[in-house]
Structures are given as C-alpha cells and as structure tokens.
C-alpha cells in the first residue's frame, strides 16, 4: 500500500501553502485537491489585500500561482476527494475516491468551507437558470441587467459590489436593519449608487418560467408584508459551512461544525492531524491568514515527525 509521510487533504491557499513548506522539508507531500481545486478563492475576482500583489490579483491567478509554487518544490497535487479517514491510529488509513488507499504519518486538513443556500424548493429548482452562489462564476451572463445579492456579510457585499460594475441595478436583500459586513465593504456598498439596499426582507419565493429567473418574492421581517422585485439573477451570498463531515466523531469540532485547534496552533486532538484554513476558522476567514495557518501546519508535522 502506498505511504507518505504528510498528506494534505484540500487545497487553497492553506493547502498550497502547506504543500510548499512540506516540501521544502522533505517530506514529500501528497496534496488531494478535493471538489474545488484551488478553493474558494476560485470564485474571487479582485484579491486587493493578499500581500505580494501591489495591483491586485485575480482569485484564480494566485491560486495557480501558489499551486505552480508548491509543485516547483516537488509536492505531489493530485486530482481527487479523499472519501474516508481513518484516524485511530498511526499511521492514518485514508481512502481517495472510495477505491484507492494509502497510510499517512501526518494529515493536514485544509478542506475549507461551501456556500450556505436558503433551502428553498424554487431556488434549487433554478439553479443555473439564474440562482447563483457566485456572482464572479455567472455574473457576465446578467450584464446590464437587474439581479438581487441575499445576505448582509462582506460575502453578499463583495458580490453586490461587483455585479454593481456589470449589472443595471443590484438590489442587496438584508434580512435585517444592519450589515454584518466590514466598514469598508458597508461603505462601497452604500456609496455605489448602482446598489440599493433592501432592508429587513427576507425571501419567500425565487419566481419564473422556462426561460429561467423574472423575479423574487420577499416579505418584511417584522410587518410580513410580501414585496416582488423584477430580476432576472439571484446570487444567494449567506456564509458558508466548513467541510468537516468527514471528521465527524474523529476530530473534536466547535458546535458550528469547525476543526477545534489548540490555540496558537494547528493541532488538533488527535496527534499528528493538523487542521488549517476556513475550516478551523471561526474569525477571519481570509486568504492571507489561510495561508499562515497552512504555513504553520507544515511547519508542526515536520516538528511531530522529527519527535
């Protein structure tokens, strides 16, 4: 059976930055890229705030670019979602795409987090037809149209602002009297004059027809009085759920479902499984600090295997 002394588990900027300073200690990583190779920054446009990039960089850009990075140091990124894990004892048994396995020394969780839906049967029932959870994925397609972004975090704020460039009007439905966003993402939203905020709606019903999305039906948080808009995109932008149901009664996980690490560190409560990225964390949930907790991961399975 085939063995490797660190396996990563998910890529993105956790998963690549780990790869890279894996590799650069010898440890001859296997990286699975799991079911969005690159993860969520994929889906990103304009990264501004990653350090190294004065002019900005696209999402899908620096993740090749950290990708290509890690295989110049010899890492090993391969296609696949790793199935099943085994982590009650060393060396870790884990099954790739339900058929092929091999033993792992360390494991590096880095499977990140998937975009929540609203759980409506007309949402799913027009997914693709003009409900979307990225708007940098599908937004060209509603070009000098009017569309409608569900949520009040700096997720929904980052899509409305960037549909603002491509679209006639963007309405951001925030179910209550606030945004949860940053104070710069609330000011770009509230200064763009493309962008209105509808305050204290929620949805009850994604509206259309064979050709796809006309509208959506809100109602007020408080009055329940029912409110139709006239779009013809729906970009549902309410968080995100971390991928851990793979390490469910393995990994001791916080109750919304994220890796519990030792604080100031990446361990977790099985010895020699590290957890880095959005899906351990809680707070900040940026590239930037995915990539340090990556960095920090390697570093600790080099330091465990040496021990």
Not at 177 to 202: T, Y
Not at 231 to 246: K, Q
Request: charged share 20%; glycine share 10%.
């Amino acid at each position: 059976m085939e063995t490797t002394k660190c396996l990563i588990i998910g890529s993105g900027p956790a998963g690549y930055t780990a790869a890279i300073y894996a590799s650069r200690a010898d440890l001859s990583p296997v990286l699975y890229q799991g079911i969005q190779p690159g993860g969520q920054l994929t889906i990103t446009t304009d990264v501004e705030n990653f350090p190294g990039y004065p002019n900005g960089v696209t999402g899908p850009e620096l993740m090749e670019d950290l990708r290509k990075q890690a295989e110049r140091f010899g890492a090993d990124i391969r296609t696949g979602i790793v199935s099943a894990v085994d982590l009650s004892k060393r060396p870790f048994l884990v099954t790739v795409d339900e058929k092929h396995q091999l033993l792992a020394e360390t494991i590096i969780v880095s499977t990140g987090a998937s975009a929540n839906w609203l759980g409506l049967e007309s949402e799913k029932k027009f997914q693709g037809m003009g409900v979307s959870a990225c708007a940098t994925c599908d937004g060209f397609f509603y070009r000098n149209q009017d569309v409608c972004v569900i949520g009040g975090g700096d997720t929904a704020t980052e899509e409305a602002s960037y549909l603002a460039n491509l679209c006639n009007k963007v309405y951001l439905i925030v179910r209550r009297d606030e945004l949860r966003a940053s104070k710069a993402m609330q000011k770009r939203v509230l200064d763009n004059p493309k962008i209105e905020v509808v305050w204290k709606h929620q949805t009850k019903e994604i509206l259309g027809d064979d050709s796809g999305v006309t509208g959506i039906l809100l109602y007020h948080s408080d009055t329940k009085e029912e409110k139709k808009l006239d779009v013809t995109g729906v970009f549902v932008a309410i968080g995100h759920t971390p991928n851990t149901d793979l390490f469910k009664n393995q990994l001791e996980l916080h109750p919304e479902g994220y890796i519990k690490t030792v604080p100031g560190s990446t361990k977790t409560n099985v010895p020699g499984v590290f957890a880095a990225g959005d899906v351990q964390d809680l707070h900040y949930r940026q590239g930037i600090t995915a990539a340090g907790t990556g960095c920090m991961a390697a570093i600790e399975a080099e330091r465990f295997l040496q021990e």
